[in-house]
T-cell receptor
Framework: GAVVSQHPSWVICKSGTSVKIECRSL??????MFWYRQFPKQSLMLMAT?????????EQGVEKDKFLINHASLTLSTLTVTSAHPEDSSFYIC????????????FGPGTRLTVL | GESVGLHLPTLSVQEGDNSIINCAYS??????FIWYKQESGKGPQFIID?????DKRQGQRVTVLLNKTVKHLSLQIAATQPGDSAVYFC???????????FGKGTKLSVKP
C-alpha cells in the first residue's frame, strides 16, 4: 500500500513554544491530507482537512490560528501547533487517500507531542 | 451527528481461536467502510475494506461482513495470534470532507 511518513515521531517542548509536524506521501501524490488527533485510549478525531493550493478546512472547535496547516506541495502537509500548552499534548496523525481514485486512506506513524 | 460505534470495548481470546469484532454504524448512506489495526504508539494500519454493494470480503486470515439491513459491520480474525493484539477501529467514509469517521475502538488481547 501507499506509504505516509511523519516527522518528528515524538517531540517535547515547553509551554508557549511552537511545534511543526510534517506529513509526507512517499510514493504517491495527495491533493488532500487529513490531520487527526488522538488522546490516550480514545479514538481518532478529525482536526482539519489540508488541501494543496488552498486553505485548510477546520472541524468545529478547532482553532485555525492555533493549528496552522500548510499544504505546500502534492506530497507535503505541515501542522504547526502555535503557543503550545499542556492540553495540546496528544498523538497527532495524518492520513492521505492512496491515489488512483481509491477511497482507502493510509496513515502516518503519528507524532507524540508532549508540552511541559 | 452521524457516528460509527463499537459494541465491545475489550475482547480477550485464546491464541488460535477466532476473533469477532463488531461495529454499528448509523449513516445508512455510507458506502465505504474500513477496518484498521492500531498498535500502541503507532498509526492505524489498514486491514481490509468493503463497499456497500458487497456483503462479505475476505483477506488473509481476516473477513469483513457487512449487514446493511441492521447497519452492522464485523471483522473476523481466524486463528488469532499474539501479534494480532492491538486496538481495532472501524471507520466509515462519511465526513463532509471525504474524511473517515472512526468508531471508539476495541482492544483485542490474545492470550498465549
Amino acid at each position: 500500500g501507499a506509504v505516509v511518513s511523519q516527522h518528528p515521531s515524538w517531540v517535547i517542548c515547553k509551554s508557549g513554544t511552537s511545534v511543526k509536524i510534517e506529513c509526507r506521501s512517499l510514493d504517491f501524490q495527495a491533493t488532500t491530507m487529513f490531520w487527526y488527533r488522538q488522546f490516550p485510549k480514545q479514538s481518532l478525531m478529525l482536526m482539519a482537512t489540508s488541501n494543496e493550493g488552498s486553505k485548510a478546512t477546520y472541524e468545529q472547535g478547532v482553532e485555525k490560528d492555533k493549528f496552522l496547516i500548510n499544504h505546500a506541495s502534492l506530497t507535503l502537509s505541515t501542522l504547526t501547533v502555535t503557543s503550545a500548552h499542556p492540553e495540546d499534548s496528544s498523538f497527532y496523525i495524518c492520513s492521505a487517500p492512496g491515489g488512483g481514485g481509491t477511497d482507502t486512506q493510509y496513515f502516518g506513524p503519528g507524532t507524540r507531542l508532549t508540552v511541559l | 451527528g452521524e457516528s460509527v460505534g463499537l459494541h465491545l470495548p475489550t475482547l480477550s481470546v485464546q491464541e488460535g481461536d477466532n476473533s469477532i469484532i463488531n461495529c454499528a454504524y448509523s449513516n445508512s448512506a455510507s458506502d465505504y467502510f474500513i477496518w484498521y489495526k492500531q498498535e500502541s504508539g503507532k498509526g492505524p494500519q489498514f486491514i481490509i475494506d468493503i463497499r456497500s454493494n458487497m456483503d462479505k470480503r475476505q483477506g488473509q486470515r481476516v473477513t469483513v461482513l457487512l449487514n446493511k439491513t441492521v447497519k452492522h459491520l464485523s471483522l473476523q480474525i481466524a486463528a488469532t495470534q499474539p501479534g494480532d493484539s492491538a486496538v481495532y477501529f472501524c471507520a466509515e467514509k462519511g465526513g463532509s470532507q471525504g474524511n473517515l469517521i472512526f468508531g471508539k475502538g476495541t482492544k483485542l488481547s490474545v492470550k498465549p
